[in-house]
């Protein structure tokens, strides 16, 4: 068998020459779509810029598809006129997304669904308010209605939820969620008149916004914030002493929160934890010689942050709200969180009394602050039955 199936020293040297020729072919084959990758890749990169769109938008799953079809059209590929986007185009697309709107209906059908409202001002400084549909399929944008004309009143806001609701089907809604606005309580009463079987709630991460706001304006945490900001303000408003700062902490020392008392709170948190090298900075010869901590707000600063008195007060102010902040992250994540926000609650009480060693005197302020938002707005049925099927706590 061997006999027949040995090569030929002719036929082995042919072979292996023929080999050697397609791997020679392959890599020229590579290099020159290497070639034309490079080239392709340059020119999407000169629309990205030109237009000044994001480059996270190649993250898109549609970028990807959008280069697929390309690269199967060939290279006669005529792209579409300005008409056709805005026109015929958009149309398709829109009728596409409708179509889409099925799979979300039957799950409002079947396990029911949450009518949100948003109000905010635009660009162009036109009140728009929108209309959002939350569900176990996901969240879909229904209507967005420009109200600059008119007076944001209860009715004003219950028409436009009761027609959403109309639309729906009552049946299939469960509950309407907006801010805690007073037009907005106002709109729930009329909605409760009409339909009673439908629960109107507030926005959970809005009530625990104001939590904050009220625990910021204590006074011994009001006055460690403004002397938090009196430091930040100061080391940000000359560019030596902000290189300096970045030097000595390796990072910046103002974090960006979701709202301006979660801000607050991340300002704390960030100082805190940048305590050693704040004291050295305010300490080192070369901030002395720049001359600016013989300036008032300087010398505010400086003392600032050489008080301990200060840093337990920003101590205190992070133990209040860092429980209630880690609960607003929560809320206003994408994850569902009706069947948690009861024992989430409960959960942020306890850790604040756990970071006082369980001494009632020293947070009842805080814990009353907490109590009053909390029995207000979200202590409603939905909250506690969510809480007590929920097999997470038990």
């Known amino acids: 068998m061997d006999k027949y199936c040995e090569l030929t020293p002719e036929e082995a040297v042919a072979e292996r020459k023929r080999k050697r020729a397609d791997t020679v072919q392959s890599k020229l084959i590579t290099e020159k779509r290497e070639h034309k990758r490079a080239r392709a890749c340059e020119y999407i990169c000169q629309w990205f810029y030109e237009a000044c769109i994001s480059f996270n938008a190649v993250t898109l799953p549609s970028f990807d598809l959008m280069l697929q079809s390309i690269g199967q059209c060939g290279e006669d590929l005529e792209g579409p006129t300005p008409y056709q986007m805005g026109g015929p185009i958009l149309k398709k697309r829109k009728k596409r997304v409708a179509e889409s709107f099925k799979a979300h209906r039957k799950t409002w059908e079947l396990r029911g669904c949450t009518i949100m409202t948003d109000g905010l001002t635009d660009l162009r400084g036109r009140g728009v308010m929108n209309l959002v549909i939350h569900s176990a399929y996901g969240v879909v944008f229904v209507n ?119 801000t607050s709170y991340l300002n704390l948190r960030s100082m805190l934890d940048s305590k050693k090298e704040l004291q050295k900075l305010f300490r080192s010869d070369q901030m002395d010689e720049m001359g600016y901590l013989k300036k008032v707000k300087g010398s505010e600063a400086k003392q600032s942050v050489r008080s301990e008195f200060f840093w337990e007060g920003v101590d205190v102010a992070v133990k209040f709200f860092e429980p209630l902040a880690n609960l607003l992250w929560r809320m206003d994540s994408d994850v569902p969180a009706m069947g948690f926000i009861f024992g989430a609650f409960l959960d942020a009480k306890r850790e604040i009394l756990a970071r006082f060693e369980d001494e009632e005197t020293n947070v009842q302020e805080v814990l009353d602050i907490v109590d009053k938002r909390w029995d207000r707005k979200l202590k409603g049925p939905l909250h506690r039955d969510g809480y007590f099927l929920n097999s997470y706590y038990y």
């Not at 007076?151 to 801010?179: N, P, R």
């Not at 009001?222 to 009196?230: L, P, Q, S, V």
Request: charged letters at 25%; one cysteine or more; aromatic letters at 6%.
């Open 144 to 262: 967005s209605v420009d109200c600059s004309a008119v007076k944001k009143d209860g009715k004003y806001i219950f028409d436009l939820v009761d027609s959403c609701i109309e639309e729906v089907g009552e049946k299939h809604v469960v509950q309407v969620v907006t801010d805690n606005a007073s037009v907005n309580q106002a709109a729930s009463n009329l909605l409760k008149a009409k339909r009673p079987n439908i629960f109107w709630n507030g926005c959970a991460a809005h009530s625990i916004d104001l939590m904050l706001e009220d625990i910021g304006k204590l006074k011994s945490v009001d006055e460690t914030i403004t002397k938090a900001r009196g430091v930040t303000v100061f080391l940000y408003a000359h560019t030596r002493v902000l290189s300096l700062m970045r030097e000595f902490l390796g990072k910046d020392l103002v974090r960006s929160g979701i709202t301006r008392f979660a």
